[in-house]
Every structure is written in structure tokens, then in C-alpha cells.
């Protein structure tokens, strides 16, 4: 969960000094944390500092319920829940690669299935760009929002990986395969041309 400011002369990060895991900031050129939250009931957890300010993300649980929404937190303080609503879940997934806005995965919509929303950075507007119905797992987005990749668990020795089109909404299964086989997405690249996944396929 570090995280370097937008400076880069600060590190964002975890700790339960307090007794309780909350948010902390460090000098990176060396010197005392500063505590960013101090919640004594719920578990927060550091995310990411904004890459163009000093605004940051971090998920937070109501009394360890482990029910985590994410919230920012200006450098004044001021805290706002970007997922707000009951007995529901989110995470961060990425930034975009100008920090103009990020993904985040909430199953509010049905507790079994995490869609995908794209959040503005400034407006904390957001859009759906991705509804799931099956229980697929946001492994990637590429760098111009086009691909989202997923892993598709059968089992927990079996899976496969699929694209999204975010344009032509069409889903592709890429790694189809018989017999059992762990197929896993591990990057998108940075020109947004190609998927990395990690495949047992053949042998371990």
C-alpha cells in the first residue's frame, strides 16, 4: 500500500502503531511519520496519493464488519466516501496513466458479482464501464481504458483469462483450454497493445 506523493517527497502507507491500522505519511529524505487518520473502531488502509496533489486514497470497514468502501481525504482533512451505501464492498483498481481518473470495483450493485466504474479524478463523477454477471476478476486496465483484462476462476486450480472491448463491449475468452489449466492476468502494456498473463498450461 506505499504509495510516493506527487512531490515525491513523501510515502504513504499503513500502520497499526495506534493499536489499529491506520493511514501515515513519512519524509522520504528521513524523519517522523505524521498519522493522516485516527480511527480507534475501523481498520484503514492506505491506497494511493493523487499523482498531481496531495489529495489521497485509503478503505476504511465500519467496526471490522471488513465491509471496505474508499474514501479521499484532503490535505485539510476533509474525508468523503466515494462508495457510499450499506453491505456493500469496493477497491481501487488503477489510475489512468495522466492521473485525470481511476477504476474502482463495487459489488453495491449485486453482492456476488464486482462491476467496474471509471471516477473522475477532479469531479469524482463517475461512469460504469464494465457490469458483471459472472464473477470475474479485474486483473488490468489498459492505459487508454479500451481493455479491461479478468481472471475467470472455475476452480481454484482452473481458470481462464478474458478481454472486455470497453468500445465494441465484446468479451473474449483467451486462453481457452481442456482438461485443468491456471491461467492468471498479470499486466497490460504501457502502449496498450498487449496482455501478459501467467498460464500452468502444459505442466507446472
Known sequence: GASFSADGKRLLFSSDASGIRNVQSIPVAGGAAEALTRSTTDTTTAVSYFPGDDRFLFTRDQGGNELNHLYVQTPSGETR???????LKAAFAKWTRDGAA?????????ARYFDVYRYDAASYDRTLVYRDEAGYQVGGVSDDGRWIAFTKPATTSDSDVYVYDTGSKE?????????VSSNNVSALSPDSKWLYYLSNDGGE
Open 171 to 179: 468479451l473474449k475468452n483467451v486462453t481457452p483450454h481442456e482438461g
Open 81 to 87: 466516501d466515494l462508495t457510499p451505501g450499506e453491505k
Open 102 to 110: 481511476f477504476y474502482v470495483r463495487s459489488n453495491e450493485r449485486d
